[in-house]
């Protein structure tokens, strides 16, 4: 799909690439827009065993697009009020919905600027791998904006609430070691290694067993908003399922036979 928003995939690795370099790739309408379309499509797919989310260019993402908001500063508070919310709601929350819930593992490779919906998309994805050149901030608050694309349910996850509120309220700049501290990404990698380092994580994603891994993302989602009792339980048919695959049966007859597994996804 052209635009603001490509999406390529090559050996069923799926790349999802804001594509808007002349602008540090920022969040425009139109970028919304593509955002949930590719969302759609990525959900529709059955070729793809791992989505990898990245910017063109030098940065990942700088924030939402003021330039393109300010468009809309001559409409009425009341008007204002009922378009963004729309915006918002119609775009931005069914794709990070949709990233959310997909089987495959989403990695996020972060490059120069990762700033407002660009962390918030970031940090929606299940790894992120980022060039220790990057630099970090959630953004909002610096134009009187709350924030968006779940800022506010992944923060305090990551990093727990008072950490949040101090990222959040005052929406300081800071770089990958710090992120990497938080846990706010995976691996902080040298920038020319950016790509090696992200191509390795995926091939190891790739070469590991598919259910299982979809049955851990979905399981660790799901573990915030359930009792022991109803986790527990959910921990058992997961397991269930995932002893009925034929990986499963190759992981057991490689540990016997002191062999690396060859998994083939089922």
């Not at 959630?138 to 904006?145: C, R």
Request: with cysteine.
């Amino acid at each position: 799909m052209a635009g603001t928003v490509l999406l390529t995939v090559d050996q069923r690795v799926a790349t999802l690439t804001l594509n808007r370099p002349e602008a540090l790739n920022a969040l425009s309408v139109e970028m919304m827009q593509d955002l949930a379309a590719v969302a759609r499509d990525l959900a529709a797919r059955k070729d793809m065993d791992v989505i990898v989310v990245t910017g063109a260019g030098d940065h990942f993402m700088a924030g939402g697009d003021l330039k393109d908001f300010a468009r809309h500063l001559h409409l009425s508070p009341e008007a204002r009020l009922a378009t963004f919310k729309a915006m918002i709601a119609q775009h931005i929350n069914p794709t990070v919905e949709i990233l959310q819930g997909l089987r495959q593992p989403v990695v996020a490779k972060v490059r120069g600027a990762c700033a407002g919906f660009g962390l918030s998309l970031m940090l929606g994805c299940d790894l992120a791998v980022c060039a220790d050149n990057a630099t970090f901030t959630t953004a909002y608050a610096g134009v009187g904006l709350s924030g968006d694309g779940g800022a506010s349910y992944f923060l305090p996850r990551v990093v727990g609430r008072r950490k949040a509120m101090e990222l959040l309220l005052l929406a300081e700049r800071f770089d990958a070691a710090e992120a990497l501290r938080l846990g706010l990404v995976t691996r902080s990698v040298p920038a020319a290694d950016l790509e090696a380092e992200t191509d390795r994580l995926v091939a190891r994603l790739q070469a590991g067993p598919r259910q299982a891994l979809c049955e851990i993302k979905h399981l660790l989602m799901d573990s915030h908003a359930n009792q022991l009792e109803s986790q527990l339980q959910n921990e058992a048919e997961a397991f269930g399922r995932c002893g009925a695959t034929a990986d499963f049966a190759e992981g057991v007859s490689a540990f016997i036979e002191k062999r690396k597994p060859t998994f083939q996804g089922r």
